[in-house]
Structures are given as C-alpha cells and as structure tokens.
C-alpha cells in the first residue's frame, strides 16, 4: 500500500495546479438564469460560512475542467484513506504542525525543486519506505530542517511560488525569520516563537564560514553544515502521512544512518547536544539493523563512499560504531565485510 501512494501521490503532484485553483474542499454549482446554465465554485470560508464564486457560462472547457477536480477530489479521498490505513498499522506520522508545513512547501514547489527534509523528519518517513518497525522514541522533535545544494539552487534556474518566509506564513502568521547575526537583513531559520522552528541548510564544501549561503529557488538563505553533502546526494521520494500523503525528498536511508555516526561525535559539548548525540546514535542503531537486512548492498555502496572521503571522515564514523549495540554494529559489519 505504502509504493502505490508513492506512486499516487507522484501523479496527484503532476496535476495540483487544479486544487490550487478551486480547493478540492470545494465543489462546483450549476445555476441556470434566463434559459442558460452558469458554473460558480462554491467552499466555506474561515467562518464556516457558504461562498460562491462564478466561473462562467458552460462550456465543453469548464465541463472538462470539472470533470478533472472531481477526478482529483475522489483521488486525495481515496489517498486519505490509504494514509489512514498505514497510521493504523503503526507507521509514524508527522505532528499536524509539521504536516501543515510539508504540504504548504511541496505545493510551493519545494521538492520539485530537490528541496530534502533532513533530520528527524526525514527518519519518520524511512518506516515505510523500508517496510520495517522503527523505534517511535526516536522520533520526537518540534522542528524542521530542510536542505538543498546551493549548485542546485542555482541551476534549476525557478523558484517557488513564493519566497520561503511567505510560504510558512501560509502555514501560521506567527511565522518570522531569525535575522542572521552577522548580517540581519537574511535569515535561514524561521520560528514561532520557541514553539516551532525551520532550518535551512545547505553542504559546506569550503573553507569554514559563518556566513550564510544564498538558496535563490527556495528564497531563502541556508546555514552551511560539513558532511551534508553526503548525506542529501541522490535523494529518494517518501510519503509523509498527513492529509492524502504528502510527496517529499528524504535522504537515502542507508546515508542516513551513517552520516548519524558522524554528526554524533560532533555533538558532545553540552548537555543538549550530548542527548542530540544519543539519539542520532540510535536512529543510527535503528536504520543499520533494518537495512542490513532489506538493502545491505545499498548499506555496503554507501559505507565504501563515506571511506573513500578521507580519514576525517573514518574516524569519525569508527568511533560511533563503537558506540552502537552489538546487533547494530555487528549488523554493519556483516553487511560491509563482503
């Protein structure tokens, strides 16, 4: 069930630009004034209260697009009921704050544009797109990164509907973005208060710098992270489940996993970050133990490349294997000794 709403919801992307238009909360009317027949579309507003708004005269082209709103309204239902299926076989959903988010990006274009949620989020989603039962206390978290290669940025040569800040604002008014420290006109997070918070991120392949890094298709300035770019190199397409599924771009689980060993031993100076490493170590533990059984080439591909990218980089990695149980690390080792 979990492939077919990939799938599904992949076409429902393809063809949004009709729900953007007329809601699929909404529906069309027919009136006939004067022996003619008239189109309004017709939804509640805020309030609750009946609004109607006219469309025209019937015609083959209104009659066609009609047809294609009923088509996607009888989709997304369908697709609300698959999403409701898989939450009650205990895959993780995403809290309604952060589902709200995901849905108003993917609709501004975000993960057209190869926009990758990273962190904790991202882990939520591998439950299904793995087939397996992961760790629910792993998964807890109010907030959000999302990340994107600069160079990306840059080539895809569009943008999203709006730029970043508006399109959360859609979301919650309350929004506002944190003004960098070093200069205050740009920002890469964005926050209600210290309830709710977006990062943004994008891979520092440079020399180290505080400054922020410009994303022109996300509209927003990014806060440049070592090793990101392995993490979001050839994303994959999951499904968080809020609404009729909403289509995002994870990292591959198997990258995952791994770069969670390294960021786990860079996280140790306080007390916070320290509970910020034990739990990227049993993400880590997690991912390892699920996929050295239903992608260890994958995991093996994966552990050759983070080798190849210098003794750093080993290091790292090798001191948070050591602190993985034994399942996890002796998982790792069967899947990478061949």
């Known amino acids: 069930m979990y492939a077919e709403l990939v799938e599904r919801c992949g076409i429902a992307s393809l063809g949004e630009a009709v729900g953007e238009t007329y809601p699929l909360s909404g529906g069309f009317v027919r009136q006939t004034k004067n022996g003619r027949d008239y ?20 015609t083959e082209e209104i009659e066609r697009l009609i047809s294609e709103h009923k088509s996607a309204k009888a989709d997304f ?19 309604p704050m952060t589902g709200k988010v995901l849905e108003a990006l993917a609709k501004a ?15 939520q ?18 907030d959000l990164d999302l990340a994107q290669f600069s160079t990306i940025s ?8 709006e730029p970043l800040e508006r399109v959360l604002q859609s979301v919650d008014a309350d929004f506002r973005p944190l003004p960098h420290p070093g200069d205050p006109r740009v920002a890469s ?12 991120l994008t891979p520092n392949r440079g020399a180290d710098s505080d400054d922020l890094v410009a994303l022109p298709a996300l ?41 969670k060993l390294i960021v786990s031993r860079l996280r140790i100076e306080s007390r916070e970050s320290q509970e910020k490493s034990r739990k990227d170590l049993r993400q880590a533990a997690d991912l390892i133990t699920a996929l050295a059984e239903v992608r260890p080439y994958e995991l093996a591909e994966a552990w050759d490349d983070l080798q190849q990218r210098g ?17 996890a690390r002796r998982a790792l080792e069967a899947a990478t000794s061949s």
Not at 125 to 142: D, E, H, I
Not at 191 to 200: E, P, W
Not at 236 to 244: F, K, P, S, T, V
Request: net charge positive; with cysteine.
């Open 39 to 58: 189109w309004y579309f017709q939804r509640a507003d805020a309030e609750g209260k009946r609004r109607q708004m006219y469309i025209g005269p019937a």
């Open 77 to 95: 239902k369908e697709r609300r009921s698959m999403v409701a299926a898989l939450k009650r076989a205990g895959l993780p959903a995403p809290d």
């Open 109 to 123: 274009g975000a993960f057209r544009l190869r926009a990758v949620v990273v962190g904790t989020i991202a882990y």
């Open 125 to 142: 989603c591998y439950g299904g797109l793995l087939g397996v039962k992961l760790s629910g206390a792993n998964m807890t978290t109010a």
């Open 154 to 161: 840059l080539a895809v040569e569009d943008h999203l509907a």
């Open 189 to 200: 997070r964005y926050a209600i208060g210290d309830r709710y918070r977006v990062d943004v």
């Open 219 to 259: 509209g927003t300035a990014a806060r440049p992270l070592r090793y990101l770019d392995y993490l979001i190199y050839n994303e994959e397409r999951a499904i968080a489940l809020h609404g009729g599924g909403v289509a995002v771009n994870v990292p591959a689980p198997e990258r995952y996993a791994l770069h």
């Open 311 to 327: 003794p750093k980089w080993r290091r790292y990695a090798e001191q948070g294997i050591a602190l993985l149980p034994d399942t």
